[in-house]
């Protein structure tokens, strides 16, 4: 099974600040879905990003998926409260059925 | 929108007891899924199955079954609780692999 490690562990920022999530792997991805998951819920798909190169936008957040497709971050502008949850990045293995995940990055955005 | 639904949020069991976790998907996937989550270590792959009476081994399949008599529920069973199988526990479903999964909202299983 391959890895993905995902940095940093944990995030605790002011509400205004911007921020940037990684996932990284030696191993090549044919895609990479990044989830957030709020306490008490299931994790909850935020987007998924295909082709070696690729950036995403959904309002403040950015998403970028590397060129060898082995890397992956995500990006928020200006954080907000509502941003505050754990962020899993995974990955879909190139040659295999499975999916990935990252250990996670629990965000925590003070007011 | 496609609903996982686990039959509990919490659950208290003792060490020995045979447990079962049912969860029911209501969008006709084939793939269901179970994780089980933990502080630093992410969601780990227990088990899945891609049709009916179909599963096949996750990363940590030691300690638990897994059963699918119909497309749309897939239970998983702790056939003798120990204390190391306290966790959350999440289900999972897709259409296709490569897909994104749709999550439950989890288990909360403490086994004392």
């Known amino acids: 099974t391959q890895l993905l490690e995902q940095s940093p562990q944990f995030l605790s920022i002011q509400e205004g600040e911007n921020l940037t999530v990684y996932c990284n792997s030696s191993s090549v991805f044919s895609s990479l879905q990044w989830y957030r998951q709020e306490p008490g819920e299931g994790p909850v798909l935020l987007v998924t990003v295909v082709t070696g190169g690729e950036v995403k936008k959904l309002k403040r957040l950015t998403f970028q998926f590397g060129d060898a497709r082995k890397d992956s971050s995500l990006h928020i502008t200006a954080a907000q409260t509502g941003d505050t949850g754990l962020y899993l990045c995974?990955?879909?293995?190139?040659?295999?059925?499975?999916?990935?995940f990252g250990a996670g990055t629990i965000l925590r955005v003070k007011s | 929108d496609v609903k996982v639904t686990q039959s509990s949020r919490y659950l208290v069991k003792r060490t020995g007891e045979k447990v079962f976790l049912e969860c029911v998907q209501d969008?006709?996937?084939?793939?269901m899924f179970w994780y089980r989550q933990d502080p630093g270590l992410g969601l780990r792959l227990i088990y899945f199955s891609y049709d009916v009476k179909m599963k096949e081994k996750g990363d940590i399949p030691e300690g638990y079954s897994v059963s699918r008599e119909k497309k749309e529920r897939f239970s998983l069973i702790l056939e003798s609780a120990s204390t190391n199988q306290t966790s959350m526990y999440l289900c999972a479903s897709n259409r296709e692999y490569y897909q994104p999964q749709h999550f439950g909202d989890g288990t909360r299983l403490s086994i004392l």
């Open positions: 969008m006709d996937h084939e793939n």
């Open positions: 995974a990955g879909v293995e190139e040659y295999g059925n499975k999916l990935v």
